[in-house]
């Protein structure tokens, strides 16, 4: 079975600024890693996603994470937010088995934005 | 737009009811997954079907149930409600079972149970 944790429920930082949202996870088999943002009253999409390969993974609108096997962890950053980075981010992994297609998600991170 | 339609956006309904929550997966994804996101529970997988058959639960329900029809649309069908139901339902489709698999969700239907 696999878990996730995001030891951040909420991040308030200011425009600009640089920011981590925190996951860590725990599995017994290999997984894959993703992280999903929420807009408002939106579905989830898809932000980054570690499959193999180099542990950096670039995604959209700026960000980045950093899977680091030995920590069990994939932390979330951006350089310079803004004001529209304000939404709810979800960490989510999969375990690499064929049968087994479930996302397992964190908790969420709030991220909020003050100008 | 991810290309996954729900149906309907939002659902009021009373404790005792049943519901149907509809899904249509993007074209040529054989793939659908249920959801539920709730403030106790977070986001939790409740089901996965694949081309029409059951492939993988979750922590769904026995008042819950689900099916994928011929033309691959999915339905979740949600009985005697409960308060505890009241949440965002999410459905997500991907093209099959393959390892670059990604899954896309949909607006989701939020449910109301008074």
């Known amino acids: 079975a696999q878990s996730v944790t995001q030891l951040d429920s909420q991040v308030p930082v200011f425009e600009e600024a640089p920011v981590e949202l925190r996951c860590n996870y725990s599995?017994?088999?290999?997984?894959?890693l993703f992280w999903y943002v929420q807009y408002p009253n939106q579905g989830l999409q898809l932000l980054l996603k570690y499959l193999s390969g180099s542990t950096l993974v670039k995604g959209i609108n700026g960000f980045e994470a950093e899977f680091n096997k030995s920590q069990t962890s994939f932390h979330l950053r951006k350089p310079s937010v803004h004001i529209s980075d304000t939404a709810e981010y979800f960490c989510a992994v999969r375990a690499h088995s064929e049968g087994a297609q479930k996302l397992v998600f964190g908790q969420g991170t709030r991220l909020t934005i003050n100008p | 737009d991810s290309g996954v339609t729900q149906t309907p956006k939002h659902l009021i309904t009373a404790t005792g009811q049943r519901v149907t929550l509809r899904c249509s997966p993007r074209?040529?994804?054989?793939?659908v997954y249920w959801y539920q996101q709730s403030l106790d529970q977070g986001l939790q997988f409740l089901i996965q079907?694949?081309?029409?058959?059951?492939?993988a639960k979750g922590n769904i329900l026995e008042r819950f149930s689900a099916q994928q029809f011929p033309d691959l649309h999915s339905e979740l069908n949600l009985s005697s409600l409960e308060l505890g139901d009241s949440a965002l339902y999410f459905c997500?489709?991907?093209?099959?079972?393959?390892?670059?698999?990604?899954?896309?969700f949909g607006p989701g239907t939020r449910l109301t149970v008074l």
């Open positions: 997500a489709s991907s093209a099959g079972q393959g390892r670059y698999n990604e899954q896309f």
């Open positions: 079907y694949y081309n029409g058959e059951e492939r």
């Open positions: 074209s040529g994804d054989l793939s």
């Open positions: 599995s017994s088999v290999s997984v894959y």
